[in-house]
């Protein structure tokens, strides 16, 4: 968005305008250097504690805007916290802001602030917008040099009075691809960075097509509301009423986008009068040449060898039939609910990208390397590797993983495997201010169990705690429900919340009922796949997140495992080690279609969670899983509740349904339970 550069005298006036609110600090400031703090001993990064915020509204600037502050930011806040921006506020704009208890001044235009610290960054990094990836390269270069990352467009503007910056890098022309230029920052940039930490963060973010740029699109519905693979099959589709243009485009879509799942595809097969000419398993390199539109239609992926369009999302794939094609016919063998559309006629394209700004604050403040490789192909995962082996056992790995078609999946079992632990963080924002935030840590007393009887005990935890946007976005917006402490409700939460943003954890101790329970998201202080993790070095990561559940007062996890792209229970070695050195009352382990409670190396409880994401669907599990109850004896159900589509509201509606013979718990009173029904001593 291109702007009237204002005289300095009238920037100068706007630089101190703006409303300012007050408000007391929770605590008294401690003494400090006013710079990051990184003890060994802790797990990420503590920043000076802010003292006044100067609040930027960037939420509908465009990309290249969005990365420049971000940039600026994370500069700005390495010092001390200075800057706090408005860029996703779904929970409320103010909602963490005043929680913060930190004075502010809201800048009437975010260029004041540029102009108030540019003489505090040495000058500018021009990326080329010819090659995206150059963004986190250059986010990485900024963070080292002290400088914020710009467009050519942008980098014109800024050399003029009254900004003045210099340009210290471009990298315009000096790469073919993202590859290229990643090789190029590990071999040159990476001994500069710091090396406790890693980044991953798609370097532009998709705007969403939306569904009026598909008029000509027919719908074919194929599918009902269902989440398992019931309805899983070859589906043939005849596309010949699509041929007379130069391609064919197939988009699939979620049919029942409220309960956030979708279509999950497996493998297509295009025959053009009847002769194969397009073959693949999406997520793998056979699928990128059909790949019309992936970011651009803000689609994820969330399994292995599976394009997945959750919710609202979907993809779209392009094909070109031969000359005098007379039919056109496409097999894809697909599962869960979708719809499945074409057309001729070429949609907008994806050049909706941009970038943006969200955790490259953290990035540039602490110094880190900024990449975005893909797990699932070759020569991208090779250097993937190359870079987490060049990393010490239980360093983190911030932000996601490319494109989420290689997927949550590989992409975590791939830094397990390397002793990395992966933190979902890719639009956490400000986080160089809430790693400075104080927060009153107040760990939750634990709620003793019921008499024990022959009754159905059933638990509800809310998962997704792995997540630390999570934490800071919906999880606020759910926590935030008026019926939460209605019933009992367990909340999967990351411990290291301690560190990276404590007022954040703070709040949900504070404002918990005893109906609330925090409990440690997969799989521990960090989200990793246990099994595959290298066995010599594990302890490393139980330890740590033995460490921050005291810390944080929480005595349960909630654990994911996979092991060459399936589910699997834990090793006898793994759960010692989380005996050991963690002590947890008890484990909540996968997210499957059944419920199973057993005793690891007997002394721990653990239970399957029976998989829901609506409360149609919670209703008929449950009543599935209990239907051969004789009465005799207690039943232990763990629900798993998908905290996109389900809150406090639902899980009460679900608790009301349930019979007499029910007794719904927390999960500490669960897992008491657990241990009486099995002669186990209590915890």
């Known amino acids: 968005m291109v702007r009237k550069l204002f005289l300095i005298s009238l920037m100068l006036v706007l630089v101190l305008s703006g409303s300012t609110i007050y408000a007391q600090g929770p605590n008294p400031e401690p003494a400090n250097n006013g710079k990051i703090t990184w003890p060994t001993s802790q797990a990420l990064p503590s920043f000076a504690k802010p003292k006044h915020l100067d609040v930027v509204d960037i939420e509908k ?187 064919v485009y197939l988009r699939f879509q979620d049919a029942y986008s409220a309960d956030g799942w979708g279509p999950a595809v497996h493998e297509v097969t295009v025959r053009a009068d009847g002769e194969v000419i397009a073959q693949f398993i999406p997520g793998t390199e056979s699928e990128e040449p059909y790949l019309y539109d992936a970011d651009g239609s803000n689609s994820d992926s969330r399994f292995d060898y599976h394009r997945w369009a959750d919710g609202g999302a979907y993809f779209v794939y392009e094909f070109t039939p031969p000359a005098n094609t007379d039919e056109l016919t496409v097999s894809v063998d697909m599962w869960n609910q979708f719809k499945v559309s074409a057309s001729n006629v070429k949609p907008v394209a994806s050049g909706d990208q941009e970038p943006y700004g969200f955790l490259r604050d953290y990035a540039v403040a602490n110094k880190a ?118 019933v009992p409700i367990n909340w999967t939460t990351s411990p290291l919340l301690y560190d990276v943003a404590p007022s954040i954890l703070g709040h949900f101790q504070q404002t918990a009922t005893d109906n609330d329970l925090l409990i440690a998201g997969p799989s521990g202080a960090g989200y990793i796949y246990p099994n595959v993790w290298p066995d010599e070095t594990f302890h490393t990561f139980a330890k740590q997140t033995g460490k921050y559940m005291k810390k944080t007062g929480m005595d349960i996890i909630y654990a994911l495992n996979r092991e060459d792209h399936r589910d699997v229970m834990l090793t006898e070695q793994k759960a010692q080690a989380y005996i050991d050195y963690a002590n947890p009352n008890g484990i909540f382990i996968g997210w499957d279609n059944y419920s199973e409670t057993t005793i690891l190396n007997g002394k721990l409880p653990q239970s399957i969670l029976l998989s829901a994401s609506s409360v149609g669907q919670a209703q008929e599990v449950i009543a599935r899983e209990t239907a051969d109850w004789d009465g005799e004896s207690p039943l232990f159900v763990a629900m798993g509740m998908l905290a996109w589509s389900i809150g406090p509201s639902e899980i009460e509606e679900i608790v009301n349904s349930l019979g007499e013979e029910f007794e719904v718990v927390r999960g500490d009173q669960y897992f008491e339970l657990v241990r009486e029904a099995n002669g186990l001593p209590k915890k």
Request: hydrophobic content about 35%; overall charge negative; charged content about 25%.
């Open 61 to 247: 600037e465009p990309g290249d805007v969005k990365l420049l502050f971000a940039t600026l930011q994370g500069n700005i806040n390495r010092e001390r916290p200075r800057i706090y921006l408005f860029e996703n506020v779904e929970e409320g704009k103010y909602t963490w802001l005043n929680d913060l208890k930190v004075p502010y001044t809201e800048a009437e235009n975010p260029w004041n602030v540029l102009y108030k610290y540019k003489d505090e960054i040495d000058g500018m990094v021009i990326y080329d917008p010819d090659v995206p990836d150059t963004v986190n390269v250059a986010t990485t270069y900024a963070g080292l040099e002290n400088a914020v990352v710009v467009s050519p467009e942008l980098a014109a503007r800024l050399q003029r009075k009254p900004f003045s910056l210099e340009i210290l890098k471009d990298f315009r022309g000096q790469f073919e691809d993202g590859l290229e230029a990643y090789q190029w920052q590990f071999e040159h940039l990476w001994p500069r960075t710091t090396h406790r930490m890693l980044i991953g963060l798609s370097p532009t973010k998709g705007v969403p097509l939306p569904d009026d740029n598909f008029d000509s699109f027919v719908t074919k519905l194929v599918a009902e509301e269902v989440r398992d693979s019931s309805n899983r099959d070859v589906y043939e589709i005849d596309l010949t009423e699509f041929l007379g243009e130069d391609a």
């Open 369 to 486: 390397m900024v990449f975005w490789l893909e797990s699932n192909l070759t020569e991208e995962k090779a250097l993937f590797e190359e870079i987490l082996s060049a990393t010490e056992p239980n360093t983190p790995y911030l932000g996601w993983f490319g494109n989420d078609v290689a997927g949550e999946f590989s992409g975590t079992e791939l830094a397990s495997k390397h002793g990395n632990y992966v933190l979902a963080a890719d639009w956490f924002n400000n986080m160089t201010v809430f790693s400075g935030a104080k927060g009153k840590i107040k760990k939750q007393k634990p709620v003793a169990a019921p008499e024990l009887e022959n009754k159905i005990y059933i638990t509800f935890t809310l998962g997704e705690g792995d997540n630390l946007q999570y934490n800071q976005h919906r999880m606020r917006i759910i926590w935030d429900d008026e019926r939460r402490g209605s």
